[in-house]
């Protein structure tokens, strides 16, 4: 029997604008944004559909920002689809999107979420301030052989997306110079991300002593659906579980593509990337050509929810 995942995108999707539609076609939508802006105490909606640019990239405010624009994209999906909206076998998310498949599965609820989205990036920050670093995608080369580049500069391998698309962090210099080695053994393009740290590496310890009080200090319930880790790739099932993940993914390597390589094993057939942009639905036709996907992202997608055949 065929089975359907659900994914939300992680940071660095965010831009001026995002969401707006969203708020204006669809109540449910509308009212997500404004209980974030209750939750913070500002006006992140306004940061979402005017900006300035440089604000929302901060990752303070990009990592609530895209929790907000996915789960309005959720909320408003779920009012115009009602049972139509296929029930996930699993839920995933990329990084941050994981916070935002925590709230999708009802282990907390949106505002406890955009909350911690909004700690998370700021202990994130911080610790980039404090132990300043750098990311790079590798694009076009062997993970084996990255790994081998890595142990020699004492940079790490942070997300493994999908074949042919790997991300290194760490200190800028080491992670400069395995932009240098990968070029110089074959890799087709270096790419440097606009980040403020060495994301997902131990230089995130900061992060983790600071998000490690703040999680054991809340409520978390069983997840209604399977959440499949981004550290191991693997279902979490309880409270316990989600928790410490949640600390285990600040410093170590999101494994997303045998994140979806699980999920196709376990029968999943349709992926719905819920969220701003599509780059998850690029990564998932990578990694498996035969499953199909769908994006729920702007207004005009959730509307054709209501009419499928238009």
Known sequence: MSKVACVFPGQGLQSVGMGRDLYEAFPAAKAVFDQADKSLGFAISRLCFEGPEVDLRETINAQPAILTASYAALEAARAVAGARLPSPAFVAGHSLGEYTALAAAGVIDFATAVRLARERGRLMYEAGVVKPGGMTAIIGFDENTLAEVCRET???????????????????????????????????????LQVSGA????????????????????????????IIANTTAQPLTTAAAIKEELINQLCHCVQWQRSVEYMVSQGVTTFIEIGPGKVLTGLIKRISKDVQTLNLGDSASIKNLANPSS
Do not use: Y
């Open 154 to 192: 004492g940079a790490w391998v942070v997300n493994i997306n999908c074949p042919g698309q790997l991300v290194v962090s760490g200190a800028r210099e080491a992670v400069a110079k395995v932009g240098e080695l990968s070029k110089a053994r074959g890799a087709a393009r270096v790419i440097p």
């Open 199 to 226: 994301f997902h590496t131990p230089l995130m310890q900061s992060a983790v002593d600071g998000m490690s009080k703040i999680i054991a200090n809340l409520s978390f319930k069983d997840p209604t659906v399977p």
